[in-house]
Protein backbone atom coordinates (compact mmCIF):
# COMPACT_ATOMS: atom_id res chain seq x y z
CA UNK A 1 0.00 0.00 0.00
CA UNK A 2 0.90 3.66 -1.05
CA UNK A 3 0.59 5.87 2.24
CA UNK A 4 1.39 9.64 2.98
CA UNK A 5 2.78 10.11 6.28
CA UNK A 6 1.23 10.80 9.60
CA UNK A 7 2.67 13.75 9.81
CA UNK A 8 1.50 15.12 6.53
CA UNK A 9 -1.53 13.75 7.06
CA UNK A 10 -1.85 16.32 9.90
CA UNK A 11 -0.11 18.71 8.00
CA UNK A 12 -3.34 18.60 4.79
CA UNK A 13 -5.47 18.61 7.92
CA UNK A 14 -4.21 22.15 9.28
CA UNK A 15 -4.00 23.79 5.97
CA UNK A 16 -7.62 22.81 5.07
CA UNK A 17 -8.66 24.12 8.33
CA UNK A 18 -7.16 27.00 7.91
CA UNK A 19 -8.67 27.55 4.42
CA UNK A 20 -11.84 27.03 6.26
CA UNK A 21 -11.07 29.64 8.16
CA UNK A 22 -9.55 32.59 6.15
CA UNK A 23 -9.79 35.41 7.79
CA UNK A 24 -7.02 36.98 10.19
CA UNK A 25 -4.57 35.25 12.38
CA UNK A 26 -4.32 31.67 13.94
CA UNK A 27 -2.17 30.66 17.05
CA UNK A 28 -0.66 27.24 16.98
CA UNK A 29 -2.50 26.14 19.77
CA UNK A 30 -5.74 27.13 18.56
CA UNK A 31 -4.82 25.28 15.20
CA UNK A 32 -3.52 22.22 17.66
CA UNK A 33 -7.13 22.27 19.30
CA UNK A 34 -9.10 22.65 16.18
CA UNK A 35 -7.77 20.07 14.19
CA UNK A 36 -6.64 17.66 17.66
CA UNK A 37 -3.58 16.94 17.57
CA UNK A 38 -0.55 17.66 19.81
CA UNK A 39 0.88 21.38 20.17
CA UNK A 40 4.67 20.38 19.18
CA UNK A 41 3.29 18.24 16.53
CA UNK A 42 1.41 21.24 14.90
CA UNK A 43 4.40 23.62 15.57
CA UNK A 44 6.80 21.53 13.73
CA UNK A 45 4.26 21.05 10.31
CA UNK A 46 3.33 25.13 10.58
CA UNK A 47 6.94 25.62 10.48
CA UNK A 48 7.51 23.19 7.56
CA UNK A 49 4.57 24.40 5.69
CA UNK A 50 6.14 28.63 6.45
CA UNK A 51 9.35 27.22 4.93
CA UNK A 52 7.33 25.99 1.87
CA UNK A 53 6.08 28.69 1.28
CA UNK A 54 2.49 27.78 1.76
CA UNK A 55 2.00 29.97 5.46
CA UNK A 56 3.07 33.45 6.28
CA UNK A 57 3.83 33.75 10.30
CA UNK A 58 3.62 36.55 12.21
CA UNK A 59 5.03 36.92 15.60
CA UNK A 60 4.30 37.84 18.63
CA UNK A 61 1.32 38.15 20.92
CA UNK A 62 -1.04 38.74 18.23
CA UNK A 63 1.16 36.55 15.68
CA UNK A 64 -0.19 33.32 14.25
CA UNK A 65 -0.05 31.65 10.53
CA UNK A 66 -2.02 32.27 7.74
CA UNK A 67 -2.48 30.57 4.21
CA UNK A 68 0.23 32.25 2.18
CA UNK A 69 -2.24 32.70 -0.86
CA UNK A 70 -6.26 31.74 -2.09
CA UNK A 71 -6.93 27.81 -1.19
CA UNK A 72 -7.70 27.79 -4.99
CA UNK A 73 -3.95 27.81 -6.01
CA UNK A 74 -2.64 25.46 -3.32
CA UNK A 75 -2.52 21.96 -4.89
CA UNK A 76 -2.11 18.82 -2.96
CA UNK A 77 0.96 18.27 -4.46
CA UNK A 78 2.15 21.61 -2.99
CA UNK A 79 1.48 20.52 0.68
CA UNK A 80 2.60 16.78 -0.04
CA UNK A 81 6.28 18.25 -1.41
CA UNK A 82 6.72 20.56 1.47
CA UNK A 83 6.04 18.11 4.09
CA UNK A 84 7.60 15.00 2.20
CA UNK A 85 9.71 16.38 -0.40
CA UNK A 86 9.34 15.74 -4.01
CA UNK A 87 6.15 13.09 -4.80
CA UNK A 88 7.97 9.79 -6.26
CA UNK A 89 6.68 6.21 -5.66
CA UNK A 90 11.10 4.88 -6.05
CA UNK A 91 13.96 6.94 -5.82
CA UNK A 92 14.39 7.57 -9.52
CA UNK A 93 10.28 8.05 -10.29
CA UNK A 94 11.51 11.76 -9.52
CA UNK A 95 13.68 13.32 -11.63
CA UNK A 96 14.77 15.53 -8.74
CA UNK A 97 16.43 13.07 -7.12
CA UNK A 98 18.94 11.12 -9.52
CA UNK A 99 21.48 8.70 -8.79
CA UNK A 100 20.01 7.15 -5.40
CA UNK A 101 19.69 3.82 -6.87
CA UNK A 102 22.91 1.21 -7.84
CA UNK A 103 20.79 0.35 -10.56
CA UNK A 104 19.56 3.25 -12.14
CA UNK A 105 21.85 2.93 -15.56
CA UNK A 106 20.28 -0.34 -16.56
CA UNK A 107 17.20 -0.49 -15.16
CA UNK A 108 14.30 -1.60 -17.73
CA UNK A 109 11.48 -0.03 -15.57
CA UNK A 110 12.69 3.31 -14.94
CA UNK A 111 10.75 5.21 -17.15
CA UNK A 112 8.04 3.19 -16.52
CA UNK A 113 8.03 4.20 -12.79
CA UNK A 114 8.76 7.65 -14.00
CA UNK A 115 5.78 7.63 -15.94
CA UNK A 116 3.99 6.50 -12.84
CA UNK A 117 5.23 9.17 -10.53
CA UNK A 118 4.20 11.88 -13.01
CA UNK A 119 0.50 10.26 -13.14
CA UNK A 120 0.27 10.54 -9.66
CA UNK A 121 1.93 13.66 -9.10
CA UNK A 122 -0.32 14.95 -11.62
CA UNK A 123 -3.12 13.73 -9.70
CA UNK A 124 -2.41 15.38 -6.89
CA UNK A 125 -1.90 18.72 -8.46
CA UNK A 126 -5.51 18.47 -9.54
CA UNK A 127 -6.95 18.71 -6.12
CA UNK A 128 -6.53 22.09 -4.66
CA UNK A 129 -6.80 23.48 -1.13
CA UNK A 130 -10.54 24.43 -1.91
CA UNK A 131 -11.79 21.56 -3.15
CA UNK A 132 -10.28 19.55 0.41
CA UNK A 133 -12.71 22.04 2.38
CA UNK A 134 -16.10 20.92 0.89
CA UNK A 135 -17.02 17.24 1.90
CA UNK A 136 -17.80 15.10 -1.62
CA UNK A 137 -18.55 11.92 -2.69
CA UNK A 138 -15.47 9.38 -3.06
CA UNK A 139 -13.01 9.77 -5.97
CA UNK A 140 -13.85 7.21 -8.57
CA UNK A 141 -10.64 6.70 -10.66
CA UNK A 142 -12.13 4.27 -12.68
CA UNK A 143 -15.07 2.05 -13.03
CA UNK A 144 -14.41 -1.73 -12.80
CA UNK A 145 -16.04 -3.64 -15.73
CA UNK A 146 -18.07 -6.54 -14.91
CA UNK A 147 -16.84 -9.66 -16.52
CA UNK A 148 -17.62 -10.73 -19.90
CA UNK A 149 -19.06 -14.28 -20.04
CA UNK A 150 -16.66 -16.30 -22.17
CA UNK A 151 -18.56 -17.85 -25.17
Do not use: F
Amino acid sequence: MIRIGKLTDYGILIMTYLAREPEGLHAAQEIALAVGIALPTANKLLKMLARGGLLESQRGTKGGYALSRPPSTITMVDIIGALEGPVGLTDCGTAQQPGNCQRERSCSVKANWQRISQAVNDALAGVTLAEMTVPSQPIRIYERQPAQPVT
